[in-house]
């Protein structure tokens, strides 16, 4: 089944404590972004990968760090978590070609900083 | 102006209502517009892109006009299962190779049986 896995589905952390979200797509897609959902702000968009080894950030970065060695892996690192850093993290993936083709996300995760 | 602003909602309607979602975008360069469905803490799922001609796709009909940079959706027979918020989301032209799509912070739908 084509997809997009991100784990954990879960985490609660303390400040400070680095932490990876690790994020993997059997669709053989170049592009992956990861975004993040708060209330009243909706979904914004963290970083973008266009291919391996290339990255980029979306509008909200800061406290975050990528890295894209795979096609199919593109992890998320909060090297020194802090709570405003709570929030429901989603992945996603684009098929290449057209413009209209929308995102496949992952199920996401819910990162709660203590 | 917000980039892409939807009806805050939320909207309650009887099964076998028509409902319909409106959606202005700040950007006229913008390039692709889609909307998608978010139940209740799960990932956003496409429902369908929207093009310059409008576009069916069963119940749902999508609708677009680059003049008036508006948006719609109509669902028609709400369902029950169509509970869920809806998003109205569009690409830009200017990120470069970026696909960054811009979300709105979504519609609320109740569907009562």
Not at chain 1, 42 to 69: A, C, F, H, W
Request: glycine share 8%; charged share 20%; hydrophobic share 30%.
């Amino acid at each position: 089944e084509a997809q997009v896995t991100q784990n954990p589905r879960y985490l609660i952390t303390v400040t400070g404590k680095k932490l990876t979200v690790t994020c993997s797509q059997n669709m053989n897609h170049e592009y992956m972004s990861w975004y993040r959902q708060d209330p009243g702000l909706g979904l914004r968009q963290i970083y973008y990968s266009m291919n391996v080894e290339v990255t980029d950030k979306g509008d909200v970065p800061e406290g975050y760090k990528v890295s894209r060695k795979e096609k199919r892996n593109f992890p998320l690192i909060l090297e020194s978590p802090s709570p405003n850093q709570t929030s429901l993290y989603f992945c996603a993936s684009k098929p290449p070609g057209g413009i209209n083709y929308g995102y496949t996300f992952g199920s996401g995760t819910r990162l709660t900083v203590v | 102006r917000k980039e892409v602003e939807q009806d805050p909602g939320p909207f309650n309607v009887p099964e076998g209502a028509t409902v319909a979602f409106n959606c202005t975008y700040s950007n006229s360069a913008s390039q692709s517009f889609f909307w998608y469905r978010q139940d209740c803490r799960k990932e956003p799922k496409l429902l369908m892109s929207v093009y310059s001609s409008g576009n069916e796709d069963g119940r749902f009909t999508a609708q677009l006009n680059r003049a008036s940079q508006y948006i719609s959706l109509l669902i028609r027979d709400s369902k029950l299962s169509d509970s869920a918020t809806y998003l109205c989301v569009v690409r830009n032209v200017g990120g470069g190779s970026n696909y960054k799509l811009t979300f709105g912070k979504g519609t609320l739908l109740t569907v009562n049986p």
